[in-house]
């Protein structure tokens, strides 16, 4: 069967592309599109010649499948297309720039024209600044932080004591080598086995047990979370020296849990054993489990009564010169 050479149906489109291209004020308009996506309004200003004549130009580019837009709000931007043909224009550009009295002035006008868009921009920022934490900001969210932080983790092999449901070890998961989630709940370790199946993740492995006498080996983990469950622990201090049995030297304990409080009601409604922990307490707490370099800090505090408030403490397990944990 007889094929259509590939240069038949290349000439036709590259006819039109330099018929285009010949007007010189559609060279200028491209030559500034190389270097910024522009409005309507912004190529008006660059270029000084009226609306009408620049969408004239801007239809014939895109027509020659030169350009494109996108929408931003109420305008257009438009730029460069990036296909075959973008290759072919470049070329003729990089030729015709030399030959456009215009295209140095326009260059620098150019660059006024995008800082006032910036400044637009910078003149927002500085007007809601003081209170855009406390206002709602589309996509920003803790979730969203805490999924960016993950990726800066190295690949780790991780215990998340009191997992629960397991969502947090399926986020654990995303960076671990591998996640051991221990709960004393046979019902939640079965809903957490369900989820990681539905979402087939397979470096997760839940195991029946309690805090206080994990079922996992010693020195077998770089990192232990008790994220919010340190506080249903009937010996909080048991469970934390636990946590130093089975890390490695050089590993690392994060405990997220509540500041100490009075809302009694938390026993009843969420089965909290202790409510909360003063700082000085989950210091002492860490240290007597001879972990080193101790932080804690009140990362959060919620707006509602009775107004909780989460701790956030980091401790190592230190290794001696020799490679060995510290006793």
Known sequence: MYQKPVMASIVPSLVKVLRVVADPNRLRILLLLRSEELSVAELQEILVMGQSTISTHLSQ??????VEDRRTGKNSLYRLKTDESKRIVEELLEQAKGEIPEAGTDQATMRR????????????FDSVAGRLGKDYVPGKSWKGVAEALLRLMPPLVIADLGAGEGAFALLLAQRAT????????????????????RNDVKNVEYRLGDMEELPIEDAAVDLVFFSQSLHHALHPQRAVQEAWR???PAGRIVILDLAQHRFEEAREMYADEWLGFGEAELEAMLESAKFSGVQISIVHKEPET?????????????ADETGASKN
């Open 306 to 318: 009775p107004q909780f408030q989460t701790l956030l403490a980091v401790a190592d397990k230190i």
């Open 178 to 197: 591998k996640v051991i989630a221990v709960d004393t709940s046979a019902k939640m370790i079965e809903v957490a086995r369900e989820q990681a199946q």
């Open 61 to 66: 580019l895109k027509q020659a499948g030169l």
């Open 246 to 248: 089975i890390l490695r």
């Open 113 to 124: 024209v995008v800082k006032k868009r910036q400044d637009k921009m910078r003149s927002f």
